[in-house]
């Protein structure tokens, strides 16, 4: 198993580097170029890329470790699993404020109080007290949240608003920070190997490596933004919170907004159609990849696999199926982004049904079990452009938002339940592990991607007439 993990993430780096090398052949350069030769944009770019990349990268550094972390600790499979429960209903509770703190609070102070509640996460780490685990994971469910929504708040207003720079060249921000983001995500997954394994550190270490880079985060948003906005606009943050007689009329206003913003966008998820079809499909795709976060490393473990190579290995095959889409979707073979996203689907289902099987109790086989997830992984970075494009055309950018928030809550539920049932079956055996809650917990994600995948059809079926959903001309036109 240690020698088939090192091969297969230098054969999947290798396609990577394939796949970018073959990309930047085929396809002309982006109408983004223009943006480039801007000084003034590249150094506000420069700017917000420092301090949001060293964010990602704390993110990414306590992916591999955390269940190993929690057996380390000799916790049961199903005590594990509440603590994950614990994080995504965070998630849930958190993700509607998530997006009305940078108005109360401000963008520049919401950002740094992502990196206090991470920091504070990965402190959570070195105790093995059971509630202040589960402390820790809500504190990680608020800082997700928070990642997802408060550093692009604050890039979008200082880039339109205060900056004056044209709305077109937004995208070519966050597409570099996405290439960037799985550049990160493989290197965190090879130096949480270094400190954990090699250097024989234990599964703590990446989370305490992780608190430096949030830190140098925090000190890059208090000082170079805080530098940037009193340089850009003499007011500052135009959404700082006030205090005196004014604040609750401030903070009543937003409020009144927020409602206003979610009762808008659940009109705009149920009236139309193509909507509520691609969130259907969103809520199952995006349920099963977090019961596959909790699940692979319990799955592989036992085989004595390099965790953190593992991770890399998942990472790269997810960079691979970005560029395949990027390849795909160029003028040379202009495949359909609901075509890639429908066989992503399908390639989700093959993946959880191979796993159905290779997980049999006392059958179990690691092998089938890695391609299986590298298969899902691959399908997933097919998947995120894919339903990135199709959002971007069916969902009215000012209603994206509230919609968005919508369609999380059942995503959310859905891994709750799972992780739920999982605990409730292993804990009905007696708390024995290895028995064969995974098995029917990766069938009933076959069973979700199943029905994903004939609301996928569906939508398939609107997108023959409908050419919102057609990527017409070159890829850049629809990138």
Known sequence: MWLTVYLAVLLLLALCVFLEVTARRLIPPPAASVALANPAFRKFQTLFLRAYLLALWADWLQGPYLYKLYRHYSFLESQIAILYVCGLAACVLFAPFAGWLPQALGRRRTCLLFCLTYSACCLTKLSRDYFVLIAGRVLGGLSTSLLSTAFETWYVHRHAEVHDFPKEWIPSTFSKAATWNHALAVGAGLVANLLAEWLHLGPVAPFILA????????????????????????EGDKHRPLLGPSAPMVHTSARARFWRSCQEGLRCLLSDRRVLLLCGVQALFESVLYIFVFLWTPVLDPHDPPLGIVFSCLMA???????????????????????????????????????????????????????????????????????????????????????????RLPLHLLACLGLLALHGEVSGTGGGEGGSGTRHMFGGCAVMMMAALLAMVSLFTLGKTDTELRLEGTREDGE
């Not at 925090?218 to 850009?232: P, Y």
């Not at 179990?364 to 691959?378: G, K, M, N, T, W």
Request: charged share 15%.
């Open 211 to 234: 608190v430096p880079c949030l830190v140098g985060c925090g000190w890059v948003v208090l000082t170079d933004w805080g530098k940037e906005e009193s340089e850009g606009s003499p």
């Open 317 to 407: 095959a997810s960079m691979a199926g970005s560029l395949l889409y990027r390849l795909a979707t160029s003028s040379r073979y202009h495949l359909q982004p609901s075509h890639l996203l429908c066989l992503a689907v399908l390639m989700a289902f093959f993946s959880f049904f191979m796993l159905t099987f290779s997980t049999a109790p006392g059958q179990a086989r690691p092998f089938e079990s890695l391609i299986a997830f590298l298969l899902l992984e691959l399908a997933c970075g097919l998947y995120f452009p894919a339903v990135s494009f199709l959002q971007a055309r069916v969902i009215p950018d000012e209603k994206r938002a509230a919609v968005l928030a919508w369609f």
